[in-house]
């Protein structure tokens, strides 16, 4: 009969050749493919070809919760981000053989600086791309209007974080009002990036709407920033055609999202106090024109009034003048009429006598005394003896009286 071994037999056997010729601890770069948290911390972990997706090489890793809160703690610490799928590493572990779970490592420790490289590293790449796509300081050129009041908010809806930037905001002393909309979004974790770049469509189909962007972390892990270090994130953002203000970090973090948008501030309520700011600024500066217009009107009514008051105060004395002037022009006309009216009446008599002489010189009277005489029938002058006939009676008017006659014969 063929002589055989138990499974149990052979992983056994294969468990102390591992753990005898492999009892060393190693340092092993590696990407995280998945890890699950359930006290103890268990990951899948790959190697992939440079430039590829394609795993060239795979394993299970263990870490636990005595350690892993070592671990885990330090690292966030100092690379203020949680482990994550994606993320590269550089794990120190020790390999390990069990009987029923197989072959894995056992992780003892994680060099949290290795990951702050990869991840700096990751971030200049995503800056060079939009350097050279030409958008990176788009955002920035956007003017901001000083008016900003109509707000279209990306955050997680109820989150702590959207609660205390509507409290700051519509709270705000001065009573500014405000309009707020909130456009829900994942803000933590693997799908942040579909997440708010959806967000942001919505927003952006009704852009005429709003003067305004701001993204803010709506609550949860402050320390879980990787989801902002995204190349198709930042593009959106960046081409995005309405300012964007970033509040998704502390003062010491300093994502892509933060490098490209228009105004980061530090926290949810900092973005409301910002608004708050721009608009107070606003508010002063028409306060101030007012009050500027108010006393250049007052000025120029009081320059007018005293002008007024000024040509009142001259108008006696140039009607004085004005009074003067006229009454020696009337009295240079009066002066020239009367002469004129002189003149004109001297003519005038000349002529009336020339008449009247004229008039003398055809007077009856003076023919009669000369011996002249005039005969007048029917109240008529006569001057042919065809004016009368026989039987008419004639007067003939002579110097010294007259004589009535009748005609008897008329000779023509």
């Keep these: 009969m063929q002589e055989y071994y138990s499974l149990s037999q052979l992983n056994s056997l294969v468990?102390?050749?591992?753990?005898k010729s492999l009892d060393y601890a190693y340092w092993m770069q590696a990407e995280i493919a998945n890890i699950s948290l359930k006290g103890h911390c268990y990951m899948e972990l790959v190697e992939k070809e440079d430039g590829s997706n394609t795993p060239i090489a795979k394993a299970s890793a263990n870490c636990w919760a005595s350690q892993w809160s070592f671990v885990s703690n330090n690292f966030i610490t100092v690379t203020n981000t949680p482990l994550r799928v994606g993320m590269k590493v550089l794990l120190q572990v020790r390999p390990?053989?069990?009987k029923v779970h197989g072959f894995s490592w056992n992780i003892i420790n994680i060099d949290p600086t290795?990951?702050?490289g990869d991840m700096q590293r990751k971030r200049e790449e995503i800056i060079r791309k939009l350097k050279e796509e030409g958008i990176y300081d788009l955002q920035k050129q956007l003017p901001f209007s000083p008016f900003a009041k109509n707000i279209a908010v990306i955050s997680a809806e109820g989150a702590a974080g959207y609660g205390d930037f509507c409290n700051q905001l519509h709270g705000n002393a001065a009573s500014l009002a405000f309009r707020t909309e909130l456009f829900p979004a994942i803000m933590q974790g693997e799908s942040v990036e579909q997440s708010v770049i959806a967000a942001l469509n919505r927003v952006f189909d009704r852009q005429d709407e709003f003067d305004c962007v701001v993204i803010i972390r709506g609550g949860g892990a402050t320390s879980d920033m990787s989801g902002f270090d995204s190349?198709?994130?930042?593009?959106?953002?960046?081409?995005?055609?309405l300012p964007v203000i970033t509040g998704i970090g502390h003062e010491r973090d300093n994502c892509v999202l933060d490098l490209i948008s228009h105004t980061r501030v530090k926290t949810p309520t900092a973005a409301a106090v910002f608004l708050i700011e721009n608009l107070l600024s606003t508010l002063d500066i028409v306060v101030q024109a007012k009050e500027r217009i108010e006393r250049i009107s007052l000025l120029r009514i009081q320059n007018e009034k005293l002008r007024l008051q000024t040509l009142s105060d001259k108008i006696p004395t140039l009607f004085s003048l004005v009074s003067a002037n006229e009454t020696a022009k009337l009295d240079r006309l009066y002066n020239r009429i009367t002469v004129a009216a002189s003149k004109s009446i001297d003519k005038e008599k000349h002529k009336l006598q020339l008449i009247s002489e004229k008039l003398r010189a055809l007077d009856p009277e003076l023919l009669l005394g000369r011996g002249y005489s005039m005969t007048f029938a029917n109240d008529r002058l006569v001057t042919s003896a065809s004016q009368v006939k026989q039987g008419d009676i004639i007067t003939t008017r002579l110097k010294e009286g007259t004589i009535t006659t009748t005609v008897t014969q008329n000779q023509q």
């Design 231 to 241: 190349l198709p994130l930042a593009e959106n953002v960046a081409q995005f055609p």
């Design 15 to 19: 468990k102390a050749v591992v753990e």
């Design 96 to 98: 390990t053989f069990h």
């Design 114 to 116: 290795f990951t702050i």
